[in-house]
């Protein structure tokens, strides 16, 4: 993995955080409730928690050298999962123990949160993207290419999430991670479509979009500098709650033997062989499955705390 | 009522055709069902040619999807590389996770609703906040992991129930595996509800219910909770067919037969047919449970009407 995309991939979580700040979702007070927003999160012990977390995850998945120095596919069969782990041995490869091929649990649970990571800021930010966009041309556009877009996004929601990215899965021999994000972004769209729909026809006949186009705006000045920062917020809120649904997809998926890989280090696949050991060493299945659980519930604690900000019915 | 009905039932042709060729393509283009029949060696190309012809794969991609929808709707689902006509896989695998689904859907209900009920009464209060760390934790942990260890603690190391289920899968052991399916979705519907019934215990008609003297329970379940289920009607529609396709997990821990263990061997064979026409009956599932959902709509609102 090319360390250069992972720094991309950096701030694209800190996004939410900022738009936020920027971005005013209520009609009448936008700047203040923006600024409100931001100084309530700040204060909460749930974004707090959640957003240290989620930093702490991100370093892990940039530097996972940092944190183990051993190799996470290196097996050495004389260290067996039967040999339980040291939990006083901090930071050394034994403190989970060993799985069924003697590799590290440690390093391997260290190496696999990239995958993870970049799965799920990979496949937000695509259906963001592509959903926000088909949301938006949907919703202002109305008329025939509203029912055009609200069909398409039909047809992709009727298709089962993880039945459908196994299919696609399955077509190629060779799966990479972009492979998997890309399947799952390719069913995955619709959620945030439907959501931006709805926040842009509602912004559609405000009357600063009337006031712009009176003063001759154009339509993707008005798309993108009215009604975009208008209509993000509840696109915000469901985009930071699904990341931890696409992290689920992409272990789910591996753990199917359809998503990365066996030469991989991914959570999924780790708790799949995990689970032929789970009378004899419970560890082996304890390590990944938590740090995918806590992982997740980051992400899911993010998304409520944003929720809790910027709905004003919650206030 | 019934010229809703009708519309509604036509406005599904366009997605159905809609779903079902984007599941087709994605079978027939991506993968090579003909290939797929002979394994690691390589298909003799006479031989090959003429199962393309016979399966009608030689025509182009949207003649195949014609020919085959022609059959399904004379009832024949074509047969699985293996020679069982997929009919018959069907007629075995759906009941098995109609009453797996049914079994999840029922807990979710019955839990899901009182927990939220009870949360989002006590509002802010400690009842409320453990609630919703539970939720938190379970919507957290994936399905794969607690069937895993719910099967472990229950079925192995407590011995209260038979690990794996039965060919005949009835309803006494599907309960442990229908507890599995329903938690993430379960923390879901507890938190829809606490969320709605939290916004409503506010409004006006709960304050003229409590005015007229009514007892507790009866603003409870007759006032509060009918005006507050919407949200979770419309989650636990969309979540059916979600439960049945996502029952894959589920029913491959458990060992079940059903529909996601049926799909789940179609897509590793490439076993196209079934994979299609499985995936054909669930798109169809989705989308009665959806115009289900919009019909109880007006049973929960009577200000809700459909002409």
């Known amino acids: ?315 | 009522m019934g010229r809703y009905v009708i519309r509604r039932l036509l406005q599904m042709i366009p997605v159905f055709i809609g779903s079902t060729f984007l599941i087709f393509v994605m079978v027939y283009a991506l993968g090579d069902p003909v290939a797929a029949l002979f394994g690691d060696k390589a298909p003799d190309p006479a031989t090959a040619a003429r199962i393309r012809h016979e399966l009608y794969l030689d025509q182009p991609l949207w003649k195949q999807y014609l020919h085959y929808m022609g059959q399904i709707f004379r009832g024949d689902f074509g047969t699985a590389f293996n020679g069982q006509k997929v009919t018959e896989l069907l007629a075995g695998a759906y009941p098995v996770t109609l009453r797996l689904t049914l079994v999840a859907v029922v807990i979710e209900l019955l839990v899901g609703i009182t927990l939220g009920v009870v949360s989002g009464l006590r509002r802010g209060r400690s009842v409320d906040t453990s609630v919703l760390v539970l939720t938190l934790i379970v919507i957290s942990v994936p399905t794969f992991v607690s069937g895993y260890v719910l099967q472990f603690l229950f079925g192995v190391k407590w011995d209260l129930i038979r690990p794996t289920v039965s060919p005949d899968a009835p309803f006494s052991e599907l309960i442990l595996p229908g507890v599995v399916l329903a938690l993430v979705s379960l923390a879901y519907v507890t938190r829809l509800t606490r969320t709605s019934i939290a916004e409503n215990v506010r409004a006006d008609y709960v304050r003229t219910a409590v005015a007229k003297g009514l007892p507790r329970r009866r603003i409870i379940t007759r006032h509060l909770l009918r005006n507050s289920l919407i949200p979770v009607v419309t989650f636990i529609g969309t979540d059916i067919g979600a439960l049945m396709g996502g029952a894959i997990v589920t029913e491959k821990i458990f060992n079940i037969h059903g529909v996601g263990y049926q799909i789940y061997q179609g897509i590793l064979r490439n076993n196209a047919p079934t994979v299609v026409g499985f995936v054909t009956i669930l798109v169809i599932v989705f989308l009665l449970a959806n115009l289900l959902v919009d019909l109880l709509y007006a049973v929960l609102d009577p200000r809700i009407r459909y002409a």
């Open chain 1, 1 to 315: 993995m090319p360390e250069n995309t992972l720094k991309k991939d950096k701030p694209t979580v800190e996004e939410p955080a900022v738009a936020v700040a920027e971005a005013g979702p209520a009609p009448d007070k936008p700047r203040s409730l923006a600024a409100d927003a931001w100084a309530d999160l700040c204060r909460k012990p749930l974004f707090l928690l959640s957003g240290l977390l989620i930093l702490f995850l991100l370093l892990v998945s940039a530097f996972p050298g940092l944190f183990s120095s051993t190799d996470p596919t290196a097996g050495d069969l004389s260290k067996h999962f039967l040999t339980k782990p040291e939990l006083s041995h901090v930071f050394q490869p034994d403190w989970f123990g060993y799985d069924n091929q003697g590799r590290s649990i440690y390093a391997r649970v260290v190496y696999g949160t990239r995958v993870s990571i970049l799965v799920g800021v990979g496949v937000t930010v695509l259906v963001t993207v592509v959903g926000g966009l088909m949301g938006m041309l949907a919703g202002y556009f109305g008329g025939i290419w509203d029912t055009l877009l609200s069909r398409i996004t039909d047809v992709f929601f009727g298709i089962p999430f993880i039945l459908g990215a196994m299919v696609v899965l399955n077509a190629f021999t060779e799966r990479t991670v972009w492979t998997v994000i890309g399947a799952l972004a390719f069913l995955g769209w619709t959620a945030i479509a439907r959501v931006m729909r709805g926040a842009v026809i509602t912004a559609r006949h405000a009357d600063y979009v009337l006031a712009a186009k009176a003063l001759g705006a154009g339509t993707s000045r008005i798309l993108f500098r009215h009604i975009l920062p208008n209509a993000i917020a509840p696109v915000i809120v469901v985009a930071t709650i699904q990341l931890g649904v696409y992290i689920v997809a992409e272990s789910t998926l591996s753990y199917l033997g359809l998503g990365l890989g066996t030469n991989e280090v991914s959570w999924g696949g780790d708790i799949d062989t995990a689970s032929d050991h789970i009378r004899n060493a419970p560890h082996i299945l304890f390590f990944p499955a938590g740090m995918l659980s806590i992982t997740v519930l980051a992400f899911i604690m993010l998304g409520d705390a944003v929720r809790e900000a910027l709905d004003p019915k919650l206030r």
